[in-house]
């Protein structure tokens, strides 16, 4: 089993910034994908970004140049750099990184995190 846990959202006002991180723990053998998703109430969950282990970046297109997703393989971690944030911004935000647990596991398994509230006010 991996447990992914989120950690940085919070309220901040329109045009602010924050980060979000997401640390995977457990059986781990390697990490492949990597992703932050966010769903709002009432509607399907969306992809924010998508960071592949070779770097290969894809965003969303309501980001437009706003936010940076990177990845640190040392530390089993992915992170979201949100800037310029507006208030329909305002989601949960979902960590989502495929894992696999033992040699040969290909794909791997996708593990999604709790979420993390990320409030833009006006």
């Known amino acids: 089993q991996v447990q992914l846990v989120e950690s940085g959202g919070g309220l901040v006002q329109a045009e602010g910034s924050l980060r979000l991180s997401c640390g995977a723990s457990?059986?781990?053998?390697?990490?492949?994908?990597m992703a932050w998703y966010r769903q709002v109430a009432g509607k399907q969950r969306e992809l924010v970004a998508h960071?592949?282990?070779?770097?290969?970046?894809t965003y969303g297109d309501f980001v437009k140049g706003r936010f940076i997703i990177y990845r640190d393989d040392a530390k089993n971690d992915v992170h979201l750099q949100m800037n310029s944030l507006r208030p329909e911004d305002t989601a949960v935000y979902f960590c989502n990184v495929e894992v696999s647990e033992y040699p040969g596991d290909i794909p791997g398994t996708k593990y999604w995190g709790k979420g993390t509230l990320v409030t833009v006010s006006s």
């Open positions: 457990g059986s781990i053998f390697s990490i492949n994908d």
């Open positions: 960071i592949t282990t070779s770097g290969d970046m």
